[in-house]
């Protein structure tokens, strides 16, 4: 063979290949075998890693790269495809590559239509297997023919969300409650608010959801995350001569966007924006389930949102501490806006009076006093805050009862160490936490219920002393443990859905192991 055809030889084998195949909606099952050969055999690349399939993937031992990544990079879904389809069209230029997606390459799969592009301006071949999708089990759950119309939509697809209730309309990508959020406002502009949907999630799957949901509620969904799906039906004609005679009425609809021309015009949001949402839904022609509320029944909803704030805190996770702190500020508008409503104060008294509260506690700010140090600042604050409630005569006054119960603690004992009622030295905590742990042995010995209980509480009381003591806050510290322990175990639990065996089958030796493996990739 010549040098110059052998070198053509040479160049022509460099040249890689593309094979776009789908990990099936969810059950390692659905899989073919013939994309399982392929994942076997070749270069793989996930575009995400966050799929049920991918545990199957690792037990068979099959290597993968996965695209999580370019999700935190990407200013839009937009931006995020196009850099993974980038990077995939890189890596086949000179390797035989299988592209993965979940469900089925050609349902939904923005990057896929990328690919063939860029594929074909490098000349890259390209090859795109069949696999099963999450619209299979759907039409099987929901009992409908896709010839009757049905029409599938990405959730940020707002013009196509404007014909819902026209044809059978299949909603994907609701990744989070933020999209889902969007997406309902977006079809309570065509759609009755109780109009009724399904809320579709790991279909094919043991703990798979197809239920019916009111409109008003797809975003309080506790299991939103990325295989979740919306089905909306077609509408009786009634329906939908009911939402033109609306769209041609123009009456209430214009008074609103005249109001509040910023919801119309989706500029950078303030917070007057999210207050007027507030006022709208919560006014006569509103969200039902927005006016039934009261102070009393959304009162854990604030609660709940705070502490699923603590935990995006603790997981280091900004996308989350960012859309916890949306939902508390929604918590403040809401509870403003009944406020007002009862002529009790408004959302700007609220804003004002915080606002004021902070000047006033910092006049080494904003004034002319001095401090030397953080201590001399807590002192002034806490000056500022007696001359400020002067209705508090007694030195606990103010905690609240309802806080839980290891926060309560902490809070009564740092009140009570600012006049002096305070252990000096951390080793007498320390003794005192055993001395409650000895007559809490005692107690238990006797089998006294009441004096167990009584003798737990000090216990309690005591360790959360000496935390403080140390610097640490209990309530935290527990809450870091409760979310650890649920994370050790769930790992534990799917090494033992894996093996096919049940829980009696196992010794605590050996789920003990499973839980050290746990252990070790955490750290």
Same mark, same amino acid.
């Given at each position: ?217 797809? @975003? ?237 509480? @000090? ?65």
């Amino acid at each position: 063979m010549g040098t110059e055809h052998k070198a053509g030889f040479e160049n022509s084998r460099m040249k890689g290949s593309l094979t776009i195949v789908g990990l099936g909606p969810g059950a390692a099952g659905h899989l073919s075998l013939e994309t399982l050969k392929l994942l076997e055999e070749r270069f793989v690349i996930l575009r995400t890693e966050i799929h049920p399939t991918v545990a199957e993937l690792k037990r068979r031992g099959i290597a993968y790269i996965s695209c999580d990544t370019w999700y935190e990079k990407g200013a839009t879904f937009e931006d995020v495809y196009d850099n993974i389809s980038s990077f995939v069209i890189e890596q086949a230029e000179d390797k035989d590559v299988v592209y993965a997606v979940p469900g089925s390459p050609l349902v939904a799969e923005r990057t896929v239509v990328l690919l063939r592009g860029k594929a074909e301006k490098c000349g890259i071949p390209l090859t795109v297997k069949p696999a099963m999708s999450f619209l299979d089990l759907a039409y099987v759950k929901l009992g409908i023919d896709p010839i009757d119309g049905l029409r599938i939509v990405d959730a940020q697809e707002f013009s196509a969300l404007a014909d819902a209730g026209r044809y059978p309309l299949m909603v994907t990508q609701v990744y989070n409650k933020m999209v889902a959020s969007d997406m309902k406002l977006s079809l309570m502009d065509v759609l009755p608010d109780e109009t009724e949907l399904y809320f579709l999630r790991n279909l094919g799957l043991d703990d798979e959801i197809c239920r019916k949901i009111p409109l008003f509620e797809i @975003d309080r969904q506790p299991e939103i995350d990325h295989l979740t799906s919306v089905f909306i039906p077609r509408q009786p004609e009634e329906t939908l001569q009911s939402m033109l005679q609306n769209a041609k009425d123009e009456n209430e609809t214009a008074g609103y966007w005249e109001r509040f021309p910023l919801l119309k015009h989706k500029t950078k949001f303030d917070v007057r924006p999210l207050a007027d949402v507030m006022q709208v839904l919560r006014e006569p022609g509103g969200c039902p389930w927005d006016r039934e509320q009261d102070f009393d029944t959304i009162r854990a909803n604030l609660i709940e949102e705070c502490y699923e704030f603590l935990e995006a805190v603790d997981d280091k996770d900004t996308h989350g501490m960012e859309e916890e702190l949306g939902d508390i500020l929604m918590q403040v508008v809401f509870h403003a806006r009944m406020a007002e409503e009862k002529g009790m104060f408004t959302l700007q008294d609220v804003i004002d009076g915080v606002t004021d509260k902070l000047i006033e506690r910092h006049p080494h700010v904003f004034g002319t006093v001095k401090v030397a140090n953080s201590d001399e600042v807590l002192t002034n604050w806490e000056a500022i805050k007696l001359q400020e409630k002067p209705e508090r005569e007694r030195v606990l006054d103010g905690i609240y009862k309802g806080l839980p119960s290891l926060l309560r603690a902490h809070k009564i004992q740092k009140r009570v160490a600012k006049v002096g009622f305070d252990w000096t030295e951390t080793d007498d905590v320390k003794k005192k936490v055993l001395e409650e742990w000895e007559e809490f042995n005692e107690a238990a010995a006797r089998r006294n219920q009441d004096d167990m209980e009584k003798e737990l509480g @000090d216990l309690y009381f005591s360790l959360v002393n000496f935390a403080r003591h140390l610097g640490l806050e209990s309530e935290t510290a527990l809450n870091r443990c409760n979310n650890r322990f649920v994370t050790r175990f769930e790992h534990v639990e799917d090494r033992v859905t894996k093996s096919e065996k049940g829980w009696s089958e196992y010794s605590l030796e050996e789920l003990d192991r499973f839980w050290d493996e746990a252990k070790e990739a955490e750290e």
